[in-house]
């Protein structure tokens, strides 16, 4: 019953089947193979839009090159204080982007406001200050929420006027699809996010995110950026085939939605317990509970795993599920925590 994160379960079948087909015979190198070629087009299709795709094996790679390519060394990129570029990535994007500084900024369940953006802004042209550059959010964020269609198009807005391209770190951009029931385009580009970064290895791939740009003119010099970053693989076909099974026929939304109803099962089960309170509402495949300590040590004996969040006396758990994550899991992790009422 491990509930530490989505990366800690194995591989999709599909995508598992995918891999074993694009290692049947031989392939031209660097992305010039016919399952690239096919995944720029589903990617195309999928956004309903014309794109540049390229494939990464992490969401580090894609979100640091990414932001270089948005940002000059000089720049100022806006961000939340707990996003993952600005907590969990050990300072790749200010590395890519050749000493582009992160502004973190403050939000209730780790979202960003437009205003709270705009109060931050730089005044521009000082050759003192880092110039704004580029606002990058996470959908889903590192506290389990959900940005709407028109809370992204709010800051899509404010980040035109200001000048800022527009970034968004999909590392479970699947699970926010699913559970919003939106078409992919209007959490993107129709909202005005510029560029993302397309996780799949959180929801069932086995090492495969891809930087999507939704103005192909922008990714001029990407190509460059991802082969100086160590992420232009000579056998891109396998990154590529991932993808591509993760597309097809929905995968990629039935393996989400199936995280994200177990979150909420979990979520229901665990905050319904004495003393528990939601510390974010559960919204996609996370959830952020404080319990007693009581019933944390319930859960550790029962050889539930998770992850104390704040600190190592902190009451807050985090728990994640994934695309294969069991019922049975679910309901045992509940009980366990529950026997301290009759204990």
Known sequence: MNFRSDNVVGVAPEILAAIAAANEGTAPSYGDDAVTRRLERRVAELFEHEVAVFPVATGTAANALALASLAP???????????????????????????????????ADAKLAPATVAAAMIERGIVHHVQPAALSISQATEAGTLYRPAEIAALGAMARRHGLAFHMDGARFANAVAALGCSPAELTWRAGVDVLSLGATKNGAL???????????????????????????????????????YLADGLWLRLAAHANRLAARLSVGLAALPGARLRHPTEANEVFVELPEAAITALAAAGVGFYRWGGAASTCLRLVTAFDTREADVDAAIAAAARIKIS
């Open 73 to 107: 060394a000089w720049g100022a990129i806006y961000c939340h204080e707990a996003s993952h570029v600005q907590t969990d990535e050990c300072g790749a994007p200010e590395f890519f982007a050749g000493g582009a500084k992160l502004l973190a900024l403050a939000g």
């Open 207 to 245: 090492a495969a995110e891809a930087v999507v740009f939704f103005t192909p003119a922008k990714a001029a010099d990407f190509a460059f950026r991802r082969k100086r970053g160590g992420h232009l693989f000579s056998k891109m076909r396998f990154l590529s085939a991932q993808l591509e099974a």
